[in-house]
């Protein structure tokens, strides 16, 4: 998998696959806890009411948010961005829809704070252009454990029993939570704390973190 430097709308995986992915491994770490937490003062990956959020604490911060039906707004900021003090200003909100959440990128980009932002809708990413001597905007070091699969899938296996070896293992369930068909019941089911030494998992806040991603459908 490779994510250009710059970034290219077509290194991202369709909005739909890149929001089940994050929203899967943001349920797992919910706890009720960290529920009561502002988003301010949460760290690694989340999910609330104004969407999926990555935080490392340090060098890079995303969110991506959802538009309407079929739509998503991906915005952030890493340190290898070089948007922010390239010579030339770059708009990053050149060419946007309307449906962007424009009132909060604009308080990001005077505050220094947001290195790129992408779109997605009719099954298709795009961003502003850039200037030919742009290095890099900060998507392939900020969200390449989330746009490569396979890296999600790894994460993914330490936290599921794929004991059983009926199908129903990690694979299967980032499958169905890429296409938000995921069945709840058993996926819970299967979770486990990645080590044995890990306190146990919160299923609750679990499911209620996934309900809340709406990636889920009811068990038939």
């Given amino acids: 998998m490779t994510i250009h430097r710059p970034g290219l709308p077509e290194d991202l995986p369709s909005g739909e696959a890149l929001w089940g992915r994050w929203a899967l491994l943001a349920a797992i770490g919910a706890t009720a806890a960290k529920e009561e ?11 609330d009411a104004e969407g999926l959020h990555h935080d490392d604490s340090g060098c890079t911060w995303w969110t991506m948010s959802r538009r309407g039906e079929g739509r998503f707004v991906l915005y952030g900021e890493d340190e290898s961005s070089g948007v922010r003090w390239h010579g030339t200003p770059i708009d990053m909100l050149a060419g946007g829809p309307d ?6 990128l604009r308080d990001r980009i005077e505050g220094y704070e947001l290195g790129c932002v992408y779109w997605y809708e009719d099954g298709a990413w795009a961003r502003a252009s850039y200037p030919d001597d742009l290095r890099d905007d900060g998507l392939d070091c900020g969200m390449r454990g989330l746009v490569d699969r396979e890296q999600v899938l790894g994460e993914l296996s330490d936290h599921v029993d794929d004991t059983d070896g009926d199908g129903a293992g990690a694979a299967g369930f980032l499958a169905d939570a890429e296409a938000h068909r995921l069945r709840p019941e058993p996926f819970l089911a299967r979770l486990r704390p990645a080590r044995h030494d890990d306190g146990p998992l919160d299923l609750p ?5 996934l309900a809340l991603a709406g990636v889920t459908v009811s068990a038939r």
Avoid at 38 to 46: D, E, F, I, V
Avoid at 99 to 104: A, K, N, S
Avoid at 205 to 209: D, E, K, P
């Fill in 99 to 104: 449906w962007l959440p424009y009132d909060e």
């Fill in 37 to 47: 937490r502002a988003s301010g003062y949460r760290t690694g990956l989340w999910v």
């Fill in 205 to 209: 806040a679990v499911a209620r973190a």
